[in-house]
């Protein structure tokens, strides 16, 4: 097992997502600064603190509910990004960047999910 959450491809992906969308977020009007953007911002936060949280978390059940958790706040964060794009909020090529990293995040939580499935248990016999 990896010494550090640092030590995660995924949660340094994460890490690039949640910059990408407060460079994103920057450019939209001044009146979302508590509504859309805000929420973007929170949502994109989470998922490298879950993902963190988790790892330092003792037992596997814990991490992978963090991980639940992140993989979530993806999903919500997904959703956001489509009524920015909807809105025609901020940047194209930055809710471009946004988008993709968040698909790819969301594809590495879901395989370090499976990779940490609890082993089937033996029956007595």
Sequence with gaps: MLRSFRELT???????????VYRLTQGFPREE??????????AAVSIPSNI??????????QYRQFLWIARGSNFELQTQLEIAKD???????????????SQEVGKM???????????PQARPA
């Design 109 to 119: 939580i879901y395989a370090l999910l499976n990779k940490l499935k609890p082993e």
């Design 52 to 61: 963190a949280e988790g790892h330092g978390r003792s037992g596997i059940g």
């Design 33 to 42: 600064t508590y509504g859309l953007a805000s929420q973007l911002r929170r």
């Design 10 to 20: 995924v949660w340094q992906k994460s890490m690039k997502l949640a910059t990408s």
């Design 87 to 101: 809105l025609e909020m901020g940047d194209p090529k930055l809710l471009e960047e946004s988008e993709a990293l």
